[in-house]
């Protein structure tokens, strides 16, 4: 099943480095009837995100990974309770509760959280961008990221060496 995606501005995706809490959910000590309290929660016009992690690749793959968070009293799933961070019983969080200001929520749903590109003062658009990226992809570093790039055979010290 593929994730949710949620474009948000560029700058609220730089800015949310610091709201960020795999680091602070590794560390919690999940118990029966104490909850993870997150403190900083990332919020935008219509709803709040606990921010679990973000990963660095090329800009059109580089996302955050983060849960819609619902108020307890309107959610009408089943709820989970996880017995440690390395929990592995499920692939995801959802359904877990938590407290944000002594208020119970629950991971309603992964979503990734992507960016949309900054504002620019040149005559350049968007989708010029994303070709020149696109266009680019196949060579230098980029060539990681890009699902269409054929391997090159070189020699090396009379040995085959693919690239």
């Not at 919690?28 to 104490?34: Q, S």
């Not at 606990?50 to 009293?73: N, V, W």
Request: aromatic share 12%; glycine share 4%; proline share 3%.
């Amino acid at each position: 099943m593929k994730q949710e995606e949620i474009i948000i501005n560029y700058e609220a995706y730089e800015d949310s480095g610091d709201k960020i809490v795999c680091s602070q959910m590794a560390e919690f000590k999940f118990v029966e009837g104490k909850r993870f309290n997150l403190s900083r929660p990332f919020t935008d016009k219509e709803n709040i995100y606990l921010l679990d992690c973000r990963l660095h690749a090329t800009f059109t793959e580089s996302y955050i990974g983060s849960y819609l968070l619902c108020p307890l009293d309107i959610y009408d799933k089943d709820i989970y309770e996880k017995r440690c961070f390395t929990d592995c019983s499920r692939n995801d969080d959802t359904g877990l509760v938590i407290t944000i200001r002594k208020k119970e929520y629950v991971l309603e749903k992964a979503i990734k959280l992507k960016a949309r590109l900054p504002e620019s003062c040149s005559s350049v658009t968007e989708e010029q961008i994303l070709d020149h990226h696109a266009d680019n992809a196949t060579s230098g570093w980029r060539a990681l990221g890009y699902k269409g790039v054929k391997p090159e055979w070189h020699f090396l010290k009379r040995k085959p060496l693919k690239i």
